[in-house]
């Protein structure tokens, strides 16, 4: 699996006090359940440190949610000390679709 | 047509979301802009608008979580009858919306004049209660609810995509509910 992160700044999230966002391009693979996905997010989790130049010392699992019957919504935290970068994977049918973490001030 | 699009189901009434809080309005001094690629810049009072011919329809509301609300009598301002009497240049693509709690997003331009597109003033023949948008909300039928922006204020013309507050989580560019256009492809 390879994984692309681009940063990109966005105004239209300051008021939640987040200035960018990472979108990570990677050719599609298969996340069956949560435990397809928390190990996904492990291996995303070294490439963000590598690219922001943190350790992240810790990720939490937040929950996940369905978006109409096909796609599912999994969010996670990734924490570099007392802060932390939010983490959005989409999945359709069970396919990787979509991650994007943001990063707050 | 089928009854609902697809990855949809019918709930009882709306579920209500203020992902930046409820704005306050002070309708006299609250206004509509419409700006951007434009000849005219303009500026509508609520009065104004009300003053205007009225769209009405009944239409259901679509939420990218999943659910639709059925039967909804919308009434309005044709949005498109609004821009052209702003004149846009050659080249608009996209409406950039703002809303008076921080909030927007961007609708392609062709859907923004779309027959159906309205400013919406009432629901169910009553002006919009605070958490629907009072005083005026866009409502476009067959993009999911994020794109019909509640407490708009501004619609600037442009040629230029950017982000809104949703697109920029990752939500789709149009997001057209009959071909499931929930998030973009990165």
Redesign the interface.
Known sequence: MNLELRI?E????R??G?QR?I???TSDFTLSNLRDVKEYVHKLSEEVSKKLGRKIDRIEFIGN???????ILYRFRLYTGDRYIAC?I?T?FNRH????L?VGD | MPELPPGQRKIPDFIVYRILGQPEIDINQWRLEITGKVENRLSFTYKELLNMRQVEYVSDFHCVTGWSVEKVRWSGVSTRELIELSKPLKGVKWGYIYSADGYTTIVPYEDLISEQSIIALKMNDQPLEPEHGYPARLFIPHLYGWKSAKWIVKIELTDTYKDGYWEALGYHQRGNVWKDERFKKI
């Not at chain 1, 949610?65 to 796609?71: A, Q």
């Open positions: 990109k966005v105004d239209s999230l008021k939640k987040i966002v979108e990570v391009k949610e369905d978006i109409g019957t096909r796609y959005r989409v359709y679709i979509q991650t994007i943001t």
